[in-house]
Nanobody, 127 residues
Framework: QVQLVESGGGSVQAGGSLRLSCAASGYTLSGNCMGWFRQAPGKEREGVATIATDGIRTYAESVKGRFTIAQDNVKNTLYLHMNSLKPEDSAMYYC?????????????????????WGQGTQVTVSS
């Protein structure tokens, strides 16, 4: 049974930083395809950052240069390093994993690409 457990969310002021973690069990990060998504109240869930089997990282335009996705295959954990946070980054952040491998590309930011989801961790950025 695949379980994805996010942590690291919280409340920060604009310009601050957070690091989100996603610990996976029943699933091996190495060789697979994972991503971070977010959903603000009243909005659709959107892709933030993904890492494909071929190592290609894809970022939403709104977070490029500020967020970095990384994975630790020993700890079997996915990370999202978030810097220069803005109030519009406030949302519930979800970790997602695909049941099959994938090559990188913009399509990896689509939520339908993923089979497993965590419960989310809340990020709130105040101005």
């Amino acid at each position: 049974q695949v379980q994805l457990v996010e942590s690291g969310g919280g409340s920060v002021q604009a310009g601050g930083s957070l690091r989100l973690s996603c610990a996976a069990s029943g699933y091996t990060l190495s060789g697979n395809c994972m991503g971070w998504f977010r959903q603000a109240p009243g909005k659709e869930r959107e892709g933030v950052a993904t890492i494909a089997t071929d190592g290609i990282r894809t970022y939403a335009e709104s977070v490029k240069g500020r967020f970095t996705i990384a994975q630790d295959n020993v700890k079997n954990t996915l990370y999202l390093h978030m810097n220069s946070l803005k109030p519009e980054d406030s949302a519930m952040y979800y970790c997602a994993a695909r049941s099959t491998s994938c090559n990188g590309g913009w399509w990896t930011l689509e939520k339908w690409s993923y089979d497993y989801w965590g419960q989310g961790t809340q990020v709130t950025v105040s101005s």
